[in-house]
């Protein structure tokens, strides 16, 4: 039997007996469970944030180590760090195509938890790569200062009656700027413009405008696992891996952006 979910399709809640799904809803034996029961709902909730818990464990312990020793090994082997980021950023582009083209793929067990796998892996290899150019200070300052954000924004996306979901459109032409601007900052950089003041200025207001735009997408994300009364876009039943890919993803770019924002490089 399938177990594929289509929006607007009911869900068969396994295991629950009727008279424990719901105090004060009335379902007859065997009747279709769909999203709106809270049952359904907080299991989907408990298991997407559980997901993401493993992933920014397994980030830690990975990009830990080589934050500590990235600087010597580009020193000592650098071809073995030009592989490893030129494997880790190609896992990385090969399985957003698979998320763009083939969205099907991360609702098919175990298909999804071995994409989101190499997903985490790969981008836990960048992070820590990115973490060896900064002091251990600066990088220990921006990670507390990330789960504030996350915390806080994330009890705000739960209690606030306004639904941010519907500001989805606008933030992702919000990224699409912010990918533009992280273009042009490229280009100059490849020109000879990164020693000037200018370039630092520019730098900054980017650093800023990303922080900013992906604290917005913890908020609107939440708010798409959550459901109930922020429902303009939503997550389905069967989107647990994708949701926590969404969240990681978000948590990940806030703190590479505050990282760039107020981290002190190593000298």
Known sequence: MSNRYTPGQNVVVQGVPVNEVDSDENYAP???IGMQSTTVKNGFVRK????LTVQLIVTTLIAAPIANYGLE???KSPEIVSTMMFLSLAAFVAIMCVFTCCPHTMREYPTNYFLLAMFTVAEAV??????ANYTAQSVVMCLALTAVCVGGLTLFACQTKYDFTGLLPYFLTATLV????????????????????????ANLVYAAFGALLFCGYIVVDT???IGGKHSTYSFTVDDCCMAAITLYVDIIQLFLYLLQLFGDRND
């Open 30 to 32: 065997g009747e279709l």
């Open 48 to 51: 997407v944030y559980s997901i």
């Open 73 to 75: 090994m580009k020193v």
């Open 126 to 131: 960048m992070v820590g790569f990115v973490c």
């Open 178 to 201: 912010l990918c533009g601007c992280s273009f042009m900052l490229m280009i100059a950089a490849m020109f000879g413009g990164a020693g000037s003041g200018f370039f630092r200025a």
């Open 223 to 225: 708010q798409m696992i």
